[in-house]
């Protein structure tokens, strides 16, 4: 069943991009868009990336002993979970979201039953009961991709595109003065040398499983999106066997074209001169010490030059 499961899955390091390209990606007639970050990730999730990246934020690990019921509470969905059940604390409250996350969950079960109990049946269960449950949803009976958003999960791409043969990846990068101008907005962001050296193995992870997947892994540069998103992301979609569509030049939730991204992203205004601006916020000293700590990557993404 796993072959048929068509997932285009959007990885990106923190303010790369990737909520910006998830809203463009949203009114897409053939895609069903999850409609927060998809947290796929559980307590469960032992290795060497651990201490550096949120659980919530990777592939999950299931028990061996466990059952469908205690799998889906084990995923963490941290914001579609805390929309559901306890709406009025969400940062999307403001949007009309009608689901009943103990529907779903009985959904999710349903599907289980039928496809079997596995991570890769696990995650289509998990992104095929939301759609179903989800009683707003403008449906345009002509979806093809279900597509999820996970920051950081680039480092589980080869895994992803091992256990889910019909699955595609996409990661974002963005210049990497103006992704940590964005981060230092944050109330507890991380130190630049911690911040730049998480980038770095993300691009890392990135370029080398599109060695391994040429055809099913992807990279864009969220510069070329916001120069162009009929185009960029356009081009992805026919790679995908879809179609391109008008709805890629808007970013929206369930069809609603959304002002700005905040709050899926801090990005508020995704336009090429906002994310220049962005970049030269920074001292020339940090300027500096992040091309010093990126070297490698630069000129591999056309970054080099990019505040000559």
């Not at 998830?22 to 009114?27: E, K, P, V, W």
């Not at 980038?199 to 890392?204: E, H, S, T």
Request: glycine share 6%; net charge positive; hydrophobic share 35%.
């Amino acid at each position: 069943m796993t072959e048929k499961f068509k997932l285009l899955m959007l990885g990106a390091m923190y303010e790369n991009g990737g909520n910006t390209t998830h809203r463009f990606l949203d009114g897409h007639p053939e895609m069903f868009v999850y409609p927060f970050e998809s947290q796929l990730g559980t307590r469960f999730v032992i290795d060497s990336l651990s201490s550096l990246f949120p659980l919530k934020y990777r592939w999950p690990v299931f028990p061996l002993e466990g059952s469908p019921y205690e799998d889906y509470k084990l995923i963490i969905d941290e914001e579609g979970k805390v929309r559901t059940r306890t709406a009025h604390v969400s940062k999307f409250r403001h949007m009309p979201f009608e689901l009943s996350d103990d529907e779903r969950c009985l959904i999710y079960q349903k599907y289980i039953q039928r496809l079997g109990r596995s991570r890769a049946h696990n995650v289509q269960a998990f992104f095929q009961s939301i759609f179903d449950a989800w009683k707003n949803y403008k449906r345009t009976g002509k979806e093809k991709f279900y597509v999820g958003y996970s920051p950081i999960l680039v480092v589980d791409a080869g895994k992803i595109l091992e256990e889910l043969p019909g699955a595609h990846f996409l990661h974002v990068v963005r210049n990497p003065w103006s992704a940590y101008a964005d981060t230092k907005k944050r109330p507890v962001p991380l130190s630049l040398e911690n911040y730049i050296f998480c980038w770095n193995i993300n691009q890392y992870f990135a370029l080398l499983c599109q060695k391994k997947y040429p055809r099913r892994m992807h990279i864009l540069r969220l510069e070329d999106i916001l120069q162009n998103p009929y185009k960029e992301l356009g081009t992805l979609c026919e790679k995908l066997g879809l179609k391109k569509s008008n709805s890629l030049e808007i970013p929206s939730w369930n069809g609603q074209e959304l002002e700005e991204i905040y709050p899926w992203g801090t990005i508020r205004k995704a336009t090429p001169k906002a994310n220049k601006e962005t970049a030269r916020e920074l001292s020339k000293e940090e300027q500096q010490e992040i091309r010093e700590r990126t070297w490698q990557y630069l000129k591999e993404y056309r970054y080099d030059k990019f505040l000559a």
